[in-house]
């Protein structure tokens, strides 16, 4: 690609005489006349102090800063907002995290256009932050990427012999994350493990910073940045306290400079050809329910057609193959040491799923990246296609009379393709895990959560506590399935829909499910069921009394009057 002048935008802010006022007040927090000549990058930070995922992340943004100066510009970091998901799961501040998304994207295009910036990196180190840093550059589309804070270490935990979690002291030790804390939790509301077990598993989780340690919503995100071609594979995904970091964050923003002087673009990086690539690489690895979310509403930036039955077609084509947490053994470390995303990408072009054609962040394609792939003698993390973990991917999609706009289900981690049993009705989560706690749920019950959708929660909460408290109960686990118009983490394994769209709060027919009514998952056929009659349902729907908006004012007021349905992404138009 011919050279730009890689000064294109900044000009209108810093170059002639009649700027010397906007010189003056940058002069005045420490740039030179120098500095103000050159390309102006944006470092879009989305640092905090309240949880590990981007607790690091001003470290991170002096290393891209290095980079940038390096290679002949001059990077200007600022901050967003974000919220963490596993400290705020299971409150009403969960209700903010997806909202985070759109204000995130809003606040990243809001100062990127107000201070008419060359480039971006946004960086970002948890589930929401991620997806809406890439919304963010593909609205703008100037030279930029999304870089990954990087995952957390796992923690470790002593265990018995027999698996289960003893009284500290034991000597072996095995690796946990987040997710073990859920569950932990539920097994004790059941009286399965004491204070002192409950203790420890708090205690070793999370031993640093960095994004939760399983193919959960973050490591699914980043590593779909990586196939999407908006971060630079390989170095986007070394972990968070590695090393490594420092260098591989100081080599993305010497990347971010080819990329102003190239004039290379979003829209010319993520295209449908890439967005069929995360996918198939979401389903390979048993990725997050939240791609689906999020991956749309990416495309939505782009203006781009992919839809939830995209994700089915996709993931009946590909075969799961990551052996990674939930529904596996291994963590985002292991990933990376055992050969990380070019390994993947070799494997997905060896069966003929990856297109792996379109330009990337690096000035490679992720054809030319997979051939440099290095695979670590020995490693089982990423399977070969002789043993799959599953014929078929990790993601399908439900639909029926139930969810006549699909839901999203995770089959990675659980062998039930088909359950039948009576509905147990609940129009919060709250309510929900209450009577899980309380042992107020049987098995073969169908949970069935409603009002915590796009509009309805508002902000489709995760429901993580109540999928982990059942996870952590032996007699529900393998015997309970949950449907919901809300969201489920990353975390979440067992029989789980979620985004069941139409929302109950927009009269789908999720409102209309009695306590008793006789619900079916049938897998084989795609399809999520109420097995009551069409015109008992739309009778049933007629009579359904909506709720108020829980909100009158502020953000939350906004997002309700402007969010998507979960089927298209949930974004605010």
């Not at 270490?153 to 997710?179: F, L, N, Y």
């Not at 399983?214 to 590695?242: D, K, Y």
């Not at 100081?250 to 995360?278: F, H, N, W, Y």
């Not at 002789?386 to 439900?398: A, F, M, Y």
Request: proline letters at 6%; glycine letters at 10%; hydrophobic letters at 40%.
């Amino acid at each position: 690609m011919s050279n730009v002048d890689p000064k294109q935008h900044s000009r209108v802010l810093t170059e002639g005489p009649n700027r010397a006022a906007a010189r003056a007040m940058l002069r005045g927090v420490g740039f030179s006349k120098e500095d103000l000549h050159k390309p102006i990058i944006g470092i879009a930070n989305t640092w905090t102090e309240i949880g590990p995922c981007n607790f690091h992340l001003r470290d991170i943004a002096e290393a891209v800063k290095e980079g940038i100066r390096e290679a002949g510009g001059t990077p200007m970091e600022f901050n967003t907002v974000t919220i963490s998901d596993g400290i705020t799961m299971g409150t009403e501040g969960m209700k903010a995290s997806l909202i985070s998304r759109e204000v995130i994207a809003d606040s990243i295009e809001l100062v990127t256009r107000g201070n008419s910036f060359d480039g971006l990196v946004c960086i970002a180190g948890c589930d929401k932050n991620m997806p809406g840093a890439i919304m963010a550059l593909a609205r703008l589309d100037i030279p930029g990427m999304m870089l990954y804070g990087g995952s957390i270490a796992p923690g470790h935990m002593h265990v018995a012999a027999d698996g289960k979690t003893p009284e500290p002291g034991s000597s072996k030790e095995i690796d946990i994350t987040i997710q073990q804390v859920f569950e932990a939790i539920g097994a004790h509301a059941a009286g399965k493990i004491s204070d002192a077990q409950l203790e420890e598993v708090e205690a070793t989780a999370c031993p640093g910073p960095g994004a939760c340690g399983g193919q959960f919503t973050a490591n699914t995100m980043a590593m779909s940045g990586e196939f999407l071609g908006i971060s630079p594979i390989q170095l986007t995904g070394v972990p968070a306290m590695s090393a490594d970091k420092h260098a591989a964050s100081r080599e993305a923003g010497k990347l971010v400079m080819d990329l102003v002087r190239s004039g290379l673009k979003p829209s010319q990086i993520i295209t449908q050809q890439s967005l069929e690539d995360a996918i198939a690489a979401v389903c390979a690895s048993g990725g997050s329910t939240n791609a689906v979310l999020h991956l749309i509403a990416i495309a939505h930036e782009l203006q781009i057609p992919i839809t939830m039955d995209d994700f089915d077609r996709i993931s009946e084509k590909t075969p799961f193959i990551c052996d990674l947490q939930p529904g596996g053994k291994y963590v985002a470390k292991d990933y990376q040491d055992a050969g990380g995303s070019r390994l993947l990408a070799k494997r997905l072009l060896d069966k003929g799923l990856l297109h792996g054609k379109t330009p990337t962040v690096t000035g490679k394609t992720i054809r030319e990246e997979a051939a440099t792939a290095h695979e670590t003698p020995g490693q089982v993390i990423i399977r070969e296609w002789s043993s799959p973990l599953k014929p078929t991917g990790g993601l399908v999609i439900l639909k029926g009379n139930l969810a006549p706009d699909g839901c999203v289900i995770k089959v990675a981690g659980h062998e039930r393709l088909f359950h039948q049993g009576p509905a147990r009705v609940f129009n919060s989560e709250d309510a929900c895990f209450e009577a899980v706690e309380h042992g107020k749920i049987n098995p073969s019950d169908v949970l069935v959560i409603r009002y915590e959708g796009p509009r309805g929660g508002p902000g489709m909460r995760e429901m993580l506590a109540v999928t982990a408290a059942i996870k952590g109960i032996p007699e529900l686990s393998e015997t309970v399935a949950l449907l919901t118009d809300g969201r489920f983490s990353g975390a979440t394994r067992g029989l789980m829909a979620g985004h069941v769209a139409p929302e109950a709060q927009l009269g789908g027919p999720i409102a209309a499910v009695r306590e008793g009514d006789t619900i079916t998952f049938d897998i084989p056929n795609r399809e999520l069921r109420l097995e009551v009659p069409a015109e008992e349902i739309a009778k049933r729907l007629k009579e359904v009394k909506q709720p108020e908006p829980r909100f009158k004012r502020g953000v939350f007021a906004k997002y309700t009057n402007t969010v998507s349905s979960a089927s298209q992404g949930a974004v605010t138009t």
